[in-house]
């Protein structure tokens, strides 16, 4: 038997990217993304996120202390990011509307290449609220948005999908400018919106990592980014419909966001597994005026927004690569007991002829607080059985991994399993995925 390990980044985008193929259950599908021909998103500067903080943050200071709709620093915060998008080359498009009495701007920026029929799009809203700066919200999720588009230059990245973002204004007023977006959009061109992914405050200073609980794809994609991280996640629960995905949901296209606390108070539970302080708001500053570059946690920060790059890479990779195998996933969650009994989860491989080959991919994604109590096998349709991991890796959490295995001695079509035991107290998980792909 070979077993090869990939880096653990690697197996993680690998296992998002399987998860364009198809979610509830079982499936069976040509290989999407993920195979030949997808790159892995690029690490997101976070020196260079809180750079574009610190430049809304003085924008705010020189024009009132705000960047709110209808003010001056709201316009200043448009141009200073059109100028960087228009400097890195893109198409950029600024949309006017009135709200309130007072005009407001809506900043689309197309990269220009991909399937114009098939449209990803991720979004922030640039407005703060008339109190403050806005620098968490939503400065945040703005220059995340910002500094992902500026990356996708940076390394001349060329989906399959054609990417566009966008920076909405008078959301603090209701949804205003992404409302007005959705609906001057021509029925043929929101036919072409695959997904959209909304950003609105992803810094918080007593963080949270919440998942919008909308398209299982998108949702699934953020999922597994954190699983490798070892981060738990929970859904958002903080009003759905709370932010500019909104509009986008209500006409069908599917959305997804992260988010990581607003005025609700982390409790003991989540303080527990995320660190901060219970009991305390996840963001004691919101709407208010000391809502400014203090108020970020740069941990949150850096990693929402090494997300939004795996999530805009993974989706955007889309369905244009060409094929090159046979994939069965199962992607139901099983419980794996506290020392105790062991587990499986199947998947059932047809239509491939004779044996399995001799560089089997399994793809293991297990959540687990501690992978040294985990012993994880393949069984092959006729009992046999191929050790994955044998209580290695020590205090490490989840196994998020690729394994190859020569299964060449084994027919291939039948019901393939996923074993996995628990043999000591106390760290407890489940298995999040089991994947077989067929070369
Ligand atoms: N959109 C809200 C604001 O800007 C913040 C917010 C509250 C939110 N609940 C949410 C954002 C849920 C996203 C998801 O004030
Ligand atoms: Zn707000
Ligand atoms: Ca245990």
Redesign the pocket.
Known sequence: MNLSVPRRVTAAAALAALALGGLAGTSASAAPAGGAGATAAPDISLANVKQHLTSLQSIATSNGGNRAHGRAGYKASIDFVKAKLDAAGYTTTLQTFTSSGATGYNLIADWPGGDPNQVLMAGS?LDS?AAGAGIN??GSGSAAVLETALTVSRTGYQPSKHLRFAWWGA??LGLVGSKYYVNNLPTTERAKLKGYL?F??IGSPNPGY?V?DDDPTIEQTFKSYFAGLGVPTEI?T???G??DHAPFKNVGVPVG?L?SG?DYVKTAAQAQKWGGTSGQAFDRC??SSCDTTANINDTALDRNSDAVAHAVWTLSAGSTTPPTGKVFENTADVAVPDNGAAVTSSVTVTGVTGNAPANLAVGVDIVHTYRGDLIVDLIAPDGSVYSLSNRSGGSADNIVQTYTVDASTEVANGVWKLRVQDKAAADTGYVNGFKLTFP
């Open positions: 809203h609220v919200d939503n959301e603090e909304n609105d405050m919440f919008y958002e903080e009003g759905d709370r932010s966001g988010f607003a919101y709407h």
